[in-house]
Nanobody
């Protein structure tokens, strides 16, 4: 069974860069799925799809975040990362990573993903 675990700094100051990692574990490991996504949920709001990276390295981003986002494979093949530039308090959210076998741009319905991490809280505050 594949499991995803997000990791990150927890607290980031405004204008700084947020860097998160998602570690993939389990018997199938990173070969079980083909697409690896980042999704976030600000306090009191719904889920927001941020972007996805494919097993070939292709990336797709939410238009509203494209200029500040970068999703990449980590240094380990069992990891992929999210970089968000110039964060503001509006970027405060629980950040999730998720995996799917099909490319589903913009999807926030958990049932569409084969695996979903527990989430990591990120607060942007000075």
């Amino acid at each position: 069974q594949v499991q995803l675990q997000e990791s990150g700094p927890g607290l980031v100051k405004p204008s700084q860069t947020l860097f998160l990692a998602c570690t993939v574990s389990g018997a199938s490991g990173p070969t079980a799925f083909y697409y690896w996504a980042w999704i976030r949920q600000p306090p009191g709001k719904g889920l927001e799809w941020m972007g996805v990276i494919s097993y070939t390295g292709s990336t797709y981003y939410s238009p509203s975040l494209k200029s500040r986002s970068s999703i990449a494979r980590g240094t380990s093949k069992n990891q992929f990362t999210l970089q968000l530039l110039s964060v503001t308090p509006e970027d405060t959210a629980v950040y999730y990573c998720a995996a799917s076998k099909a490319l589903i741009l913009g999807a926030t319905d958990k049932s569409l993903y084969g695996c979903w991490g527990q989430g990591t809280q990120v607060t942007v505050s000075s």
